[in-house]
């Protein structure tokens, strides 16, 4: 079982639709959640993080947590087609006290907006 | 205020030459990692620096690799004897103290024929 997974997709919405990306996690010790959006041939760029459990909003983007599930979602609103990229859903373990190490990521979904 | 930066973009270079990368964090960024990442898969881990100190190195990563971070500011990854499994972007990332949010330089992407 992978530490972190996703979906690959590809996941494909009309403009302006709600884009509902899911990530699940394996390791109970996780503490931290991230999500990276990637467009092709370019680098990863952190979006939105969430330590808690609930909801967090940042504009158009909601990530969501439940540790109990052991599950990470983001919500993107009123999809665009510039949202078309690759989302990638990491984890962090606090280690060593308040230290943070490695992320561990799920392989990405492909996200699809068509006008 | 600079992002993470990485050098060169992007490299080609025949099987058995030895590469060199080198990366520069976020000024005032004491973490520095190392990711690679291939096509249609996340980046997975390969080491990492909290300031000179290399804290962790990936069992994947073997012993053709090695990384420093002599300053405790920019870092170096080195291949040697590269092979064609090791064509990948080469992603390096910084963190502050404290802070879990790690932030990606552009990446070198590395070829080998």
């Known amino acids: 079982q992978k530490e972190v997974e996703q979906n690959s997709g590809p996941l494909s919405v009309p403009e302006g639709a709600i884009a509902s990306l899911n990530c699940t996690y394996s390791?109970?010790?996780?503490?931290?959640f991230f999500w990276y959006r990637q467009y092709s041939g370019k680098s990863p760029e952190l979006i939105m993080f969430?330590?808690?459990?609930g909801d967090k909003e940042d504009g158009r983007f909601t990530a969501q947590l439940n540790k109990a599930s052991q599950y990470v979602s983001l919500l993107i609103r009123d999809s665009q087609p510039s949202d078309s990229a690759t989302y990638l859903c990491?984890?962090?373990?606090?280690?060593?006290?308040?230290?943070?190490?490695?992320?561990?990521f799920g392989q990405g979904t492909i996200l699809t907006v068509h006008p | 205020d600079t992002g993470v930066s990485q050098d060169p973009r992007h490299k080609i270079t025949k099987r058995g030459q030895n590469v060199t990368f080198r990366c520069d964090p976020i000024s005032e960024h004491n973490r520095l990692y190392w990711y690679r990442q291939t096509l249609g898969q996340g980046p997975e881990f390969l080491t990492y620096?909290?300031?000179?100190?290399?804290?962790?190195k990936s069992r994947l990563l073997s012993d053709r690799f090695s990384a420093e971070r002599p300053k405790g500011s920019f870092s170096t990854l080195e291949i040697q004897r590269t092979e064609q499994g090791d064509s990948a972007m080469y992603l390096c990332?910084?963190?502050?103290?404290?802070?879990?949010?790690?932030?990606f330089g552009p990446g070198t992407r590395l070829t080998v024929t």
């Open positions: 990332a910084s963190s502050s103290k404290g802070q879990a949010e790690q932030y």
């Open positions: 390791d109970r010790g996780s503490q931290s």
């Open positions: 969430i330590y808690s459990n």
């Open positions: 990491a984890a962090s373990l606090l280690a060593g006290g308040t230290s943070y190490g490695k992320l561990t």
């Open positions: 620096f909290q300031n000179e100190a290399q804290l962790e």
